[in-house]
């Protein structure tokens, strides 16, 4: 991510302690080209099904692992396929056994999909999604200032407060993944709250 900056590369990093909200603000950005390259180590593979990907580099992809199984293969090569360009590049010093089964198998579907297209008249393009209709909700959510109720919240001891934070943590990404951006607005808001008062008691 360093490399790509400092030779003016419009690139942001995603990893696990970026919030929701934040993270859904960088997959904004990106479809309106503030960013052209994300850099990730997991994420992308979950969350990235976006039209405007049309490359994605994996990176030691002959590195046997979680990472780079048959499935989290697959499911990484296929966020370039909502692209009518899209293609992947994967970066390796060996094919395993898991990048042989993943590019047989994405070119088995590949026949599959262009038979297909080819009986019925179809010419394939790229997947047209508005930003309105997702990220920008998202991002704009970032904002909401709800009324919230904390009265309840008062007498918590440490332990429930930090209990509670982990849950609401989980709701909060719940409903930024089903758009449910006020909810979640009101949810970070609420974490906020007890975060604050959690530093109280150290």
């Known amino acids: 991510t360093e490399y790509f900056s400092e030779v003016g590369v419009k690139v942001a990093y995603l990893h696990s302690d970026i919030h929701t909200l934040e993270r859904i603000k960088i997959l904004r ?9 994300l850099v990730g180590i997991n994420l992308l593979r979950e969350g990235l099904d976006l ?5 994605v580099a994996i990176l030691d992809a002959d590195k046997e692992g979680f990472l780079r199984s048959q ?13 009518a360009f899209g293609k992947t590049i994967l970066y390796a010093d060996k094919i395993t ?13 590949r026949e599959i999909q262009e038979e297909y297209n080819q009986e019925h008249g179809i010419i394939p393009t790229t997947i047209v999604k508005s930003i309105d209709a997702t990220l920008v909700t ?3 959510a970032d904002y909401f200032k709800v009324p919230l109720e904390l009265d309840k919240f008062e007498e918590y001891s ?11 943590e989980a709701d909060m990404r719940h409903a930024a993944k089903e758009m449910k951006f006020e909810q979640a607005a009101e949810i970070r808001d609420k974490l906020k ?9 150290r």
Request: aromatic content about 6%.
């Open 138 to 140: 998202a991002y704009e």
């Open 51 to 55: 039209p405007e990907v049309s490359l």
């Open 158 to 168: 440490p332990k429930q407060l930090k209990e509670t934070i982990t849950q609401l």
């Open 71 to 83: 499935s989290s293969l697959i499911q990484t090569m296929g966020r370039a396929a909502r692209n």
């Open 29 to 37: 950005d990106l479809r309106r080209g503030v960013h052209d390259v």
């Open 97 to 109: 056994k898991s990048m042989d089964y993943a590019i047989s198998e994405t070119e088995r579907r």
């Open 193 to 201: 709250y007890l975060r604050d008062r959690e530093l109280e008691y």
